[in-house]
């Protein structure tokens, strides 16, 4: 039972340009979302997050949209810059407890 | 800060035999999570602590893993006896206040099982 779903396993942006990673989620229960950024042998760092209450969070480069009604969520990086180039995780939490997660999506950014 | 540290970074150990995967939090941190990543599963919880007592254990695979949380600093995960199929890199997190602020993973532990 999938309940984060990151459907695309990989997406390849140009520098500068935006890149836009999308998550779905199917528990109504979730009440805070989370991404998160992982290099290779290390562990994932969180990015940004936004509660349930809010259909937007910024924090510079950096956007998560939150549409509730669809059950999706996606994250905003403008520009992208090279050392954006890892896996981003999207996470989802219902009531503040323990942290699911999606399969991850693998960003190159080529210059 | 030093931030989350796990130890070891990476541990190869014959089939059948314990392995204890070590964690210490941030300090401070009251609640801790005990992930493990596979390529075919992704990232899964397997348990949590919220200030030191277990909450949530049913993502332990089965009875050969435990963990504990004698006092707050420390966590251990012990698999007993192991396998192949637990080849895997296993994260250990701690979380210290609001869940938007993020929960704070270590570096992992590769393990491999032969």
């Known amino acids: 039972d999938q309940q984060v779903k990151q459907n695309s396993p990989s997406l390849s942006v140009q520098e500068g340009r935006i890149s836009i990673l999308n998550c779905d989620y199917t528990?109504?229960?979730?009440?805070?979302f989370l991404w998160y950024k992982k290099y290779p042998a290390e562990g994932p760092t969180f990015l940004i997050s936004?509660?349930?209450?809010?259909d937007k969070n910024e924090d510079g480069r950096f956007t998560v949209f939150l549409n509730k009604s669809a059950k999706h969520l996606s994250l905003h990086i403008v520009p992208s810059q090279p050392g954006d180039s890892a896996v981003y995780f999207c996470?989802?939490?219902?009531?503040?407890?323990?942290?699911?997660f999606g399969q991850g999506t693998r960003l190159t950014i080529n210059p | 800060d030093a931030g989350v540290i796990q130890s070891p970074r990476h541990e190869v150990t014959e089939m059948g035999q314990e392995v204890t995967l070590r964690c210490k939090p941030i300090?401070?941190?009251?609640?801790l999570f005990w992930y493990r990543q596979t390529m075919m599963r992704g990232l899964e919880l397997l348990i949590y602590?919220?200030?030191?007592?277990?909450?949530?254990d049913s993502g332990m695979p089965e009875d050969r893993f435990s963990a504990k949380m004698p006092n707050a600093s420390f966590s251990t995960l012990k698999i007993q006896p192991s396998e192949p199929r637990d080849s895997a890199v296993y994260f250990c997190?701690?979380?210290?206040?609001?869940?938007?602020?993020?929960?704070?993973f270590g570096s992992g532990t590769r393990l491999t099982v032969v």
């Open positions: 300090s401070g941190h009251n609640s």
């Open positions: 996470a989802a939490t219902p009531r503040s407890q323990k942290l699911v």
């Open positions: 997190a701690s979380r210290g206040g609001d869940v938007g602020y993020g929960y704070t």
């Open positions: 602590f919220n200030n030191n007592v277990p909450i949530d």
């Open positions: 528990n109504s229960m979730f009440d805070y």
């Open positions: 936004i509660s349930s209450i809010k």
